[in-house]
């Protein structure tokens, strides 16, 4: 992925402002991992709702994720997505320890993974925030686990009340070279998207 | 954590965000839904039924497929069943979904304005609600059976219930 930094942005086209916000927090999960776990956008693009599970290629499988919902001036959401093998071997790297074997997620397993999603959504929005030149202040984060589909369409159902297409951002997730089935889903909500393409056709 | 299966997944056609599947007497279909509702209106005579992915509640003046909101989705499902001789007298119906997943849902709250529209559309067209899931905050994955009107309703962590 080329490199993007927010500052250097003369023009921010929303490629770019989403590529600069997800540079920085693939920064801050290759620290937080001992440089195991790295991420890139792969493509902002707008879908009709009827497209949105083919084009994320997400079913029903059940996913593990955590939850922010964006407090301050604008609202949103970001949500971080992971498959259950994958997001065991993280929780477990992470603490040391052995993967999991209990069907139920443990207390700790879990403060791994909401950490992760801390450190994953503060650096994101601090590059929107600083973009537009609006407070984005993640919550603290929760422990969710679903089916995949339903958390992609209520995820989009708040775009999908005054818009007809909806944001998405592409994002891979690579661990040691190997892309791993995880997601963030960033979903502003109208207020806050208006203000993001109001930033980017302001600078074109 | 793991789901109930109820049925093997790979057979049975799934209903899309603003799909819409009329079902053959033999037909199972089923849909996974968040804030969205899945409708079913079912004709016990005739066995013949249709399983609805709606999204929101109100179509305004905004284009779509039929299923996409409840206003649109709930006429052209009467409709098309009555042209295939299942008279809207004879439908009954089952809801499902309306969760609010992510903390309280937030300002819109989507899915209390799905199944308020679904249940008042239902209420003005004079089909009975004989079973319903709604609100909550976990998705649903849930299985239309035309043979016998059942909907099954899977939720993660949860037994299967039958509605």
Known sequence: ?204 | MTATLLADRKTIPSAGMSEIIFTTKLDQACCIVGSCIALTLYHSRLGKGALAHIVLPRSVDRTGPPGKFADTAIPYMVDMLAAEGANQAGLVAKICGGASMFGTGGPIKIGVQNAEAVKRLLGELGIPIVGEDLAGPKGRRVVFDSQTGEMAVEIVGQPATTL
């Open chain 1, 1 to 204: 992925m080329k490199e993007v930094s927010v500052i250097d942005i003369q023009k921010p086209s929303m490629d770019q402002l989403f590529s600069a916000a997800t540079e920085d927090a693939s920064k801050a999960m290759c620290r937080w991992t001992n440089g195991k776990i790295t991420l890139s956008l792969e493509e902002v693009v707008e879908v009709t709702l009827e497209e949105v599970s083919q084009e994320m290629e997400i079913g029903e499988e059940l996913l593990t994720m955590v939850v922010h919902c964006l407090e301050g001036e604008l609202g949103g959401q970001l949500i971080l997505t992971f498959d259950e093998q994958n997001g065991r071997q993280l929780a477990a790297s992470l603490l040391g320890r052995e993967v999991g074997t209990d069907s139920e997620w443990s207390a700790l397993e879990q403060s791994a993974l909401c950490e992760t999603g801390n450190i994953l959504s503060g650096a994101y929005m601090k590059v929107l925030t600083e973009a537009i030149d609006a407070k984005l202040v993640p919550s603290a984060p929760y422990f969710m686990q679903d089916y995949g589909a339903s958390i992609l369409h209520q995820a989009v159902a708040a775009q999908a009340m005054f818009s007809d297409r909806v944001l998405i951002c592409r994002t891979n997730f690579q661990r040691e070279g190997e892309s791993l089935k995880w997601n963030v889903f960033f979903v502003p909500t109208e207020d806050l998207l208006e203000k993001i393409e109001h930033t980017v056709n302001a600078s074109e």
